[in-house]
């Protein structure tokens, strides 16, 4: 059995370039590395090891040749059914890829299966285990996603956020979560959510891994990230949901801000504009309107198929008066506008990716109180791995870029991440 | 035959409650308006009687009971194919109801039929025609449902806008189109041309009717216009693009102008920020790479589906850099936060919202290039009958509203639709 799954797709593409391996060693270790662990994991809703071959054997070139990517179940593939996590759409078979599937496949990459996802990418999680920690959630609603790559399955993986679905799970497993700017990555066909809110991103082991996903994907190189990254200016963000925090994650974000400093960054304590105070209940009023009006099908004829959950939470959407979900909106708008007071000088904020450690059980994903806010502001985000807490888990951070300058964001992140590696 | 399909919806609603006339009556008139008029308006893709009556049979009750709808071609339905003006969808069948449709069938309307959009609702025609004057376009992308509203083959439908695919059908066909704020109506459902500007919107004969029709799918009561409407402080807005509106148009605006005033509205000319003057670039460009990047599945799997302009379209798009694209969007940001200065103290401005009248011919279904920056704003608009031009045909104006600002937008438009009309 070869350690080759353990590479990052960076890594393993270099090597192929060198002549020290090919792209079918290293789909064959990926294959069984999930023979042996899915059993374990259940990363996966959709995987057919034949398929993935026949997919390998006509893999076009391109930038990522032979590598292995899964994808959640909320976006469309053509060769796959499609389920959206929900007993409604069993079987379901679409006759498209969604965009980005379509991209990565144009880069040669090669759709090893669909991932587990909660129930409509909203609450109701799936049977996928966190590899950190078998008993503990791996986080949602990208949840097999984030399993899969942390599990060294795949290298790369897609996702969704629309509360805090992408960094939530990738800190909780210990991976790299890349979350762009609101609609970088096109939606078309993805299972749409909130409108406002949903947002198409990545998984993978490096930061430098999953801008090279999304670069050969946009064919926007600008956003693979320099082997020596610059010197970032941080601003260690607190937020109004600090409180909520775990203390091992308090300490983690302090210590991350000690370590950053020591190694040459200028780090400086940054407080979020009053008004984005606001931020999380305007949130989640925009999240319940959305997600219960574009349920409207489902709700409607298929009612006894949704959980009763989120039929309930469905129902409570249809009472929000419209005149507040508009003021939640404008609020969203207002904050966005604010966000150059917000960074300062600095080029990246550092933040909770999420409010600590995986919870242990499955029934539960955990919280995306500290997500929601940078989802609804429509700003890249990157999880980078932030040490472990008192259970021995993750803890994962999150760098915080502008809007659109997603470049500048994953360049800080492999900075950061490479500087909190080196403490080991 | 009876003459019941001239009536709004708003009045065939309080005809029912006064027992003159019943949903069945009107129905009968709508489909015998079909069955004489349809082999010259071509308005359907998929219209089926037999289909029609059993939906009316067991409509629900509601505010909109019994009330016949269209439904452009790139929404999907349950009960009925959904093409996208592509032979690429060929028959395809959508499992479920696109949101608006689904609402608006649980408010009690009955679906009618799928009308004739664009390919993909960019460029290339169908075979409909105006209603006003049948060897000239109706416009696009939403041909169909302009046409089918103004020849009286029902009274409301819906329509999307990219560009200007709901303001402009509906100047050329003279009747009353709305696309609301940008995500007001949910998308779910709904092709996705480019998301940032997508607009679900309806179409309709009466501005009442029009918002009748979006407050019942929303249930968003706020939006009906009130009988007697407030007097709008109204701002004469001529645009960066005045010198490409025909001598009527422009004759039409101004002609407007004085007569609002007249009748007791506050009438001023207004300038917009000279930072507009770059939206129209900044749009075109946004568009382009949005529709190219979510054509993927098209694109790179059945691009010889594509009709050769989409496909040459496309392969530029691919070519934009993403720098590029970022700047444009940025532009869009920008010029919307400026929307204060935009409107001054006005509540609505009045603008062309055509270049003119609909040109001859069906293979070009004319320039939107004076709805385009109203859609990058996502400002709310309200296309209203102008009086008509050099060939008898309508001049469609259009009233446009601040973000969110629907209600009040449609009650200057009803007002204003009011007193044009008063001019006979």
């Known amino acids: 059995m070869t350690t080759l799954h353990l590479l990052t797709a960076t890594r393993v593409l270099s090597d192929i370039r060198a002549g020290k391996t090919s792209p079918i060693a290293y789909l064959d270790s990926c294959l069984a590395r999930i023979a042996s662990r899915e059993p374990l994991v259940h990363a996966f809703t959709q995987f057919d090891p034949d398929l993935v071959r026949r997919r390998a054997r006509h893999a076009p070139p391109g930038p990522l040749h032979g590598i292995p990517f899964a994808v959640k179940d909320v976006l469309d593939t053509a060769d796959q059914p499609s389920e959206y996590g929900s007993p409604i759409w069993d079987g379901h078979r679409p006759f498209a890829d969604a965009a980005s599937v379509a991209w990565a496949r144009a880069a040669g990459a090669v759709l090893m299966g669909k991932t587990v996802t909660t129930e409509f990418a909203t609450r109701k999680p799936g049977a996928t285990a966190n590899p950190a920690g078998l008993s503990h959630t791996p986080g949602g609603s990208s949840s097999g996603s984030a399993a899969a790559v942390a599990d060294c399955m795949v290298p790369l993986a897609t996702g969704t956020q629309t509360l805090g679905s992408i960094v939530r799970p990738a800190a909780f497993c210990g991976v790299v979560g890349y979350k762009p700017t609101y609609n970088l990555i096109p939606r078309k066909g993805v ?58 994650m308090q300490a983690a974000l302090a210590n991350a801000g000690r370590h950053l400093q020591a190694a040459g960054a200028s780090v400086e304590d940054v407080a979020l504009p009053p008004r984005y105070a606001d931020l999380l209940a305007a949130q989640t009023c925009v999240a319940k309107w959305e997600i219960a009006h574009t349920l409207a099908d489902e709700y409607l004829r298929n009612g006894t198929g949704l959980r009763p959950p989120l039929y309930e ?19 969203g708008r207002q904050c966005r506008q604010m966000l150059p007071d ?7 904020l550092l933040a909770p990716g999420a409010p600590g450690e995986a919870p242990e ?24 791995r932030g040490g472990r807490g008192g259970h021995g888990l993750p803890l994962g951070l999150q760098v915080i870029g502008r809007l659109d300058d997603d470049s ?17």
Chains 1, 2 share one sequence.
């Open 191 to 248: 299972w749409n959510d909130a409108d406002t809110l949903d947002t198409v991103g990545v998984f993978a082991r490096s930061v430098p891994d999953a801008a090279l996903f999304v670069a050969a994907m946009l064919d926007f190189r600008a956003l693979m990230v320099p082997d020596r990254p610059a010197v970032p200016r941080v601003g260690l963000c607190r937020t109004f949901q600090w409180e909520h925090a775990s203390p091992d």
């Open 313 to 331: 939470r469905c129902s409570e959407g249809y009472k929000i008066d419209p005149a507040d979900y508009q003021r939640a909106l404008a609020t």
């Open 342 to 348: 917000a960074f300062g000088h600095c080029d990246v």
């Open 361 to 384: 059980g499955l029934e539960w994903t955990g919280d995306p109180l500290f997500n929601q806010i940078w989802t609804f502001l429509h700003v890249p985000c990157v999880a980078v």
């Open 408 to 424: 500048r964001t994953l360049e800080a992140a492999h900075w950061i991440q490479l500087a909190l590696d080196e403490r080991g």
